[in-house]
């Protein structure tokens, strides 16, 4: 393990054909002997896999107990584990083409994907689930796979009338569907699966699961981006916390235009990081062009500090610092970086005066010595641009 783990998470860009690091994982839990046929309650949730691209994989997920919860900070990694692992990923061979014209399993896919309830659903395989356990710097874990032979849902989905409409419009482009659908209330995750199975936009095509959670991150907050610049800046150094399932979020909402810069830091022991790991990315009101070094959570943690600004009308410049410990042991998806810094920008904010201020006080928030992370904090050196408006007040 080394340096690269933290880029890499998982998707083998050290070209071995196991991650060292998740094949710990696959063997933490036993799993009971599957069989044949599963019944039970969809979340929703519909996966798309990535690999083989055109064809891929794709087909519900169903929980051998009554049991279809979604991850969420309440639960520890434990929990979040076995009820992952209790979650059995269906899969069917799909050309991402086939979503504009689609048979019976992709259809019954799509009608689940739409739903903002849990769907009844049986599936019968060729042959009984693999026990295993699967791990993603982007997905949450899921637990064992088997190839589709049959599948009936045994409910009725229920659609919000928002997801029926933006659905059955094709002149629309998905970024514009994204965004309707956001404006209008539907869950982020909702969005993302209907990104996912081909339900969007003009040109309709199935996206890897999870592709279409970071850019359903990314396509949300560029929407948000565009509205706050338009806003005058909050007033003071606003500092907000939150700590959860190993991830420490301090955010910095600094009085100037907007910016964004996002510093991760990887304790030793942390999962993708057995000696520890800093790093940095960052924008401006420009569009950014590339892919965050810093993967997915990057766009995750930006979407939640720009909802937090466009609910109160004001841009601001954002230091934020992820601060991962030993406590995050095993990789849960970048739902958490989101939820976690949601919970950070719902705190009561702590007011200064000054950056020096607020960064003192950073300082002894974090574990890392300031001396370490404040080099790479661009934005703690950036000169402060006044605008015009200020020399008329």
């Known amino acids: 393990m080394s340096e690269t783990c933290v880029i890499c998470k998982g998707r083998g860009l050290c070209g071995r ?8 994982f696959e063997e933490i839990r036993s799993l009971p002997k599957l069989s044949e046929r599963i019944e039970g309650l969809s979340p929703p949730e519909v996966f798309v896999g990535k690999h083989g691209y055109p064809l891929v994989r794709a087909g519900p997920m169903v929980p051998l ?15 979040i584990i076995s009820m992952r692992t209790s979650m059995i990923r269906s899969e069917t061979k799909l050309n991402i083409m086939d ?28 042959s009984p689930p693999q026990s295993k356990l699967q791990f993603d710097g982007i997905l949450a874990p899921s637990g064992p796979s088997a190839i589709i032979k049959e599948l009936d849902i045994t409910t009725n989905p229920f659609v919000p009338r928002k997801v029926d409409q933006v659905v059955d419009d094709r002149d629309a482009s998905a970024f514009e569907s994204m965004g309707e659908l956001y404006q209008a209330g539907i869950d982020l995750n909702h969005i993302s699966r209907l990104l996912s199975l081909g339900l969007l936009g003009r040109k309709r095509k199935l996206v890897p699961t999870r592709w279409s959670i970071t850019a359903s991150d990314d396509m949300i907050g560029k929407e948000l981006k565009d509205r706050v610049q338009e806003f005058s800046s909050v007033s003071d150094y606003l500092l907000f916390s939150s700590e959860n399932l190993g991830n420490h979020f301090e955010i910095l909402l600094m009085p100037r235009n907007y910016s964004f810069e996002l510093i991760e830091i990887w304790m030793p022991g942390s999962i993708w990081s057995p000696k520890g790991w800093i790093g940095s990315d960052s924008e401006d009101l420009r569009s950014k062009k590339e892919y965050s070094s810093l993967a997915g959570g990057y766009y995750s943690a930006r979407l939640a500090v720009l909802e937090h600004l466009a609910v109160r009308n004001k841009q601001a410049s954002v230091l934020a610092l992820r601060e991962i410990s030993d406590s995050y042991w095993a990789p849960l998806g970048v739902w958490v970086v989101r939820e976690v810094a949601r919970a950070a920008m719902s705190s009561n904010p ?14 002894l928030r974090v574990k ?18 006044r605008r015009l408006i200020e020399f008329f007040i």
């Open 65 to 79: 107990r009554n049991d279809s919860m979604s991850p969420s900070l309440r639960m520890n990694i434990e929990e």
């Open 368 to 385: 890392t010595p300031l001396s370490i992370w404040l080099k790479h904090a661009n934005l703690a050196y950036a000169p402060v641009q």
């Open 99 to 126: 979503a504009g014209a689609p048979g019976k399993l992709l259809e019954a896919c799509q009608q689940i994907g739409m739903s903002s309830a849990p769907v009844g659903t049986e599936v019968s395989f060729i």
């Open 350 to 363: 702590l007011k200064f005066a000054t950056m020096e201020e607020a960064i003192k006080e950073i300082s």
């Open 17 to 24: 054909p196991v991650c060292p690091i998740l094949r710990r």
